[in-house]
């Protein structure tokens, strides 16, 4: 009986596994493909025959090379990470801990650069930049960059400081630290973990941003995105798609690791209900 | 402000302490904000009023002519048409798919687990790389589609003006859908366990707890992921651009790829592209109203 019934259940099982599994593969399948493909032979590419590393350097040859765009990826993004995180670290600390003038105001205009398109931002960008002679410089798109992080990384950051149990900061208080050290010393501690949210969030986002270097970065100063899709329309109109799923797969690897080691740590976090309240 | 004399002399002075240390730590921030944005902003306004060339600069004052020009520009039309037509593709497919996705993986066992993490996965790529790599998959030269499309006699996936909207469709469903899964995920995490055990009781059937109870609960989670899809939708650029270039025969040109078209490409005119950016945000800004308001109001007869 018990023999038969769990038969029966790998009979109704099966189609489900099946279908799930079609669906996981149907995700899995283009950043396999990528990823395999850039090392096999492939005609039309560097690499026509047997597996290697062939579409790599055709990566690393291209115009300026593979290493200069990557250079100025991480510069933008470790750049953008710093602007970000500096900004919300003290204006988090400000909107949740002191009143001020203008406070609610000030609140308002920064989350509305939410409901402001990049595009709109970027027309005039391309004028202002020039004028305060941060045109074509990563600083410069760093600091845009993390313009468009604010929303979220204030956001957050605000919330993390108020979510500071008072007594925390009211015991520094007594000891006689200065709002200065009791920051520093204690606080930074307590919203360490929204640190790392903003962070990783402003990291990823200007890594893969496309729009703003598009608009505001050329030559050697590209960033490793625009070069690929530049480079995809360059070679003298024929397209080496090698090379593409080469730089696609330079791009998305450290997205990918990124994701996988903190993907326990967030996915857990909302399955066990941490969001619920 | 006569109300400070009445305050003791302690804590009059711990305000203002409180005033000062406020103003000094919110100051990188507002000097950031108001160089970078408030500045652009005021920018865009008065450029969209003159005639600014890409090279040449300012020409001088073009008010309602620069408008004029955008609105009776032959793509314009197109454009709005196009992207309101993917907007609603988009957030249809990417909702409804995203909730059927969360329903299907919703219980926590190793196998769906597997599954969440790799209909995730595409989510941690970035939408230009994510781009390229379909431009790849989808090429008749190397993708894994080509024998099947020279089966079937078609000679490029992107070279028809619908086959190269449902292939951004798709594009934009692996990488998006994850995303709106999770989101909602996490509304249904939310839904107590005790309203379906009550409801199960009182003998409802699985469709009518579904009707009932779920879609009811998950209505802020539902907003919020419509409102955040139609926004990211109505701005779509880098996966036209990408991956079909606006064509063919500009069949696939987005409002805000117009924008660049407009600065960099057919008028190289900056005072164009500023109008046009200036009627996208005011756009998206009543879309956005109107989005706040029916959700708002659906919630006032719940």
């Known amino acids: ?277 | 402000m006569k109300k400070v004399g009445t305050v003791p002399a302690r804590r009059m002075n711990f305000a203002a302490k409180s005033r000062r240390a406020g103003l000094a730590y919110v100051s990188p921030l507002t000097v950031v904000v108001l160089v970078f944005f408030v500045v652009p902003i005021l920018l865009v306004f008065y450029m969209s009023g003159t005639d600014w060339k890409l090279l040449g600069g300012n020409k001088g004052w073009n008010f309602p002519e620069n408008y004029a020009d955008v609105l009776d520009n032959r793509m314009f039309w197109p454009a709005v048409g196009f992207t309101v037509k993917y907007t609603v593709i988009a957030t249809v497919l990417l909702i409804g798919l995203g909730l059927g996705l969360a329903l299907l993986v919703q219980e926590s066992s190793r196998w769906k687990g597997l599954l969440r993490t790799a209909i995730l996965l595409p989510a941690a790529t970035g939408l230009a790389s994510a781009s390229l790599l379909f431009y790849a998959l989808y090429s008749p030269q190397v993708g894994p589609l080509k024998g099947a499309l020279s089966k079937i006699g078609v000679a490029s996936i992107l070279g028809s003006p619908d086959g190269a909207l449902w292939a951004t469709v798709f594009l934009i469903l692996w990488r998006y859908v994850g995303f709106y899964m999770l989101l909602l995920l996490v509304g249904l995490q939310g839904i107590g366990t005790e309203l379906y055990e009550a409801a199960r009781v009182d003998g409802a059937k699985t469709l009518s707890i579904f009707t009932h109870i779920t879609l009811p609960l998950l209505r802020p989670a539902l907003a919020l992921s419509t409102i955040m899809c139609v926004t990211g939708s109505l701005l779509a650029f880098d996966q036209f651009y990408i991956l079909t270039k606006g064509g063919p025969d500009g069949s696939t040109m987005t409002v805000v790829q117009l924008v660049y078209n407009l600065a960099f490409e057919s008028k190289r005119s900056l005072g164009m592209a500023a109008a046009l950016s200036v009627v996208a945000l005011l756009a998206l800004i009543v879309v956005n109203i109107v989005q706040l308001r029916a959700l708002r109001g659906g919630d006032d007869e719940a």
Not at chain 1, 34 to 42: D, L
Not at chain 1, 64 to 83: C, E, I, K, P, Q
Not at chain 1, 176 to 200: D, E, Q, Y
């Open chain 1, 1 to 277: 009986m018990r023999r038969r019934s769990s038969a029966a259940r790998l009979a109704i099982r099966t189609p489900y596994f099946v279908l799930t599994g079609g669906l996981a593969i149907i995700f899995l399948y283009p950043l396999i493909w990528a990823g395999v493909g850039s090392f096999a032979p492939s005609p039309g590419s560097n690499q026509v025959e047997g597996w290697g590393f062939g579409n790599y350097v055709t990566l690393a040859n291209f115009q300026a090379g593979l290493g200069t765009y990557l250079f100025n990826s991480l510069v933008v993004s470790v750049l953008a990470v710093l602007f970000t995180l500096t900004l919300s670290f003290f204006g988090g600390y400000a909107f949740a801990c002191f009143r001020f003038p203008g406070r609610n105001g000030l609140f308002l205009l920064v989350l509305s650069i939410l409901m402001v398109p990049y595009a709109t931002l970027l027309i005039p960008l391309v004028i202002w930049l020039k004028t305060v002679h941060l045109n074509n410089t990563l600083v410069g798109v760093a600091i845009i960059m993390a313009v468009f992080q604010l929303p979220f990384a204030v956001f957050m950051m605000r919330i993390s400081f108020e979510a500071v149990p008072r007594d925390i900061a009211e015991a520094a208080r007594v000891d006689g630290c200065s709002n200065w050290t009791a920051l520093w010393r204690i606080l930074i501690h307590a919203v360490k973990p929204g640190l790392i949210t903003v962070g990783m969030f402003a990291f990823l986002a200007a890594w893969n941003d496309f729009m703003v270097p598009l608009y505001l970065l050329g030559g050697d100063n590209q960033t490793l995105p625009l070069a690929l899709v530049n480079m995809r329309q360059q070679v003298m109109g024929v397209i080496d798609y090698g090379a593409t799923q080469a730089g696609v797969t330079v791009m998305t690897v450290p997205c990918l690791i990124l994701f996988l080691v903190l993907q326990r740590h967030y996915v857990r976090g909302f399955m066990s209900g941490a969001l619920k309240g």
